[in-house]
């Protein structure tokens, strides 16, 4: 008897279990919709500037 063929199919492999909330394509995140690397520069400097001015504020070493 062969038993591999008994039992509901099996589920494809690759298929995401949900769909992501920003995902490629979306109208979230639409294609061709990139930060460019000023903006991208510009977002990582005033994060370092927001870290250096939190950690002038506290005493204790960070990590």
């Not at 490629?24 to 919709?33: D, W």
């Not at 927001?50 to 960070?62: I, T």
């Amino acid at each position: 008897m062969d038993y591999s063929k008994s039992g509901g199919m099996t589920p494809k492999r690759n298929a995401p279990r949900h769909a992501e909330h920003n995902a490629k394509g979306s109208a979230k995140n639409p294609f061709g919709q990139g930060a460019t690397k000023a903006e991208l520069v510009a977002r990582m400097k005033a994060a370092a500037e927001a870290r250096a001015a939190a950690a002038k504020g506290s005493d204790e070493p960070q990590g």
